[in-house]
């Protein structure tokens, strides 16, 4: 992966406005749903390196001369970071092969770090939902989130299993020493004919929500073994979400689709929110899968 070349493609930005103090804001092209973006100076700078030229270990090393007394950890999780955030975004592009399609994880700052789940992960993500399951014990600062419509036994180490090995659930995780202690999780379309995505379990600090969310929503179109075209969030009128969760999920572009009255019981209205996928950045996801399936 450390030998990998990124190209920074300046002309996959639809926009881009310099701003005082070195700052920077730009939207992407094949991602126009994630809006303006700023970015510092820090990351322009990581950007202008990638020219195509360089592997990730000669950048690494190109900014610990620049900046010898910044920690060299912390110079290799800003630059990972970096490159891999404006490559889900298209913005980034790579000579040969794209080395975060293989691994899908993603470092964050105080050892923290973003991955997919995978098999191995069972045990931990049950007992971790496990350990969520009574909101009392939620601490203050924990955004928890269940779809009303998941039935009880539903995340059963057994229904797990089948959900992980039969790719109908992809399960994001915020990791730290080994342990989950975030995640999202979103189930795929049953239906050939259907291409809505639909949230499932939010549990995460809401400190690392955008982080997490953004992660998922990047790569499920990488993962999903159906074609989809929208994620959707349910909603009731019983059991509505809390103002923190309200707000981060409009702030994040899904817009009111739907209010279906009584259609969970007498009463009981369900609200669907969806946040749809640009055709560009689909399509180019759909040319970039060619390469690895």
Known sequence: MKEAKPVFKKENLLYEREEKEGYWTITSRLHPETRELIINPTAREILELADGSRTINEMVSDFISRYPDVAKEKIKVDIFKTLSSFTRLGIVEWVGDNPFLYRYEEPLNDGYSLSVAQEDNLRDIERFIKSMEDLSKVQEGIVSYKNPLIMQGEY???????????????????????????????????????????????????????????????????????????????????????????????????????????????????????????????????EQRKKFI
């Open 156 to 286: 059963s180490e057994l229904v797990l299993r089948q959900k992980l090995f039969a790719f109908s659930e992809e399960f994001f995780l915020l990791r730290k020493d080994s342990k989950t202690k975030g995640m999202i999780s979103i189930s795929l379309p049953v239906h050939p004919k259907e291409f809505g995505a639909t949230v499932k379990l939010v549990i995460c600090p809401e400190k690392f929500l955008n982080d997490l969310f953004k992660y998922s929503r990047d790569y499920l179109p990488y993962l999903a073994v159906r074609d989809i075209s929208k994620i959707e969030f349910y909603e009731t009128n019983i059991e509505p979400v809390d103002s923190f969760l309200s707000d981060f999920i409009l702030k994040a572009g899904f817009r009111k689709e739907a209010e279906l009255k009584d259609e969970i019981g007498f009463g009981k209205d369900l609200t669907i929110y969806s946040l749809n996928y640009g055709k560009d950045f689909l399509d180019r996801v759909k």
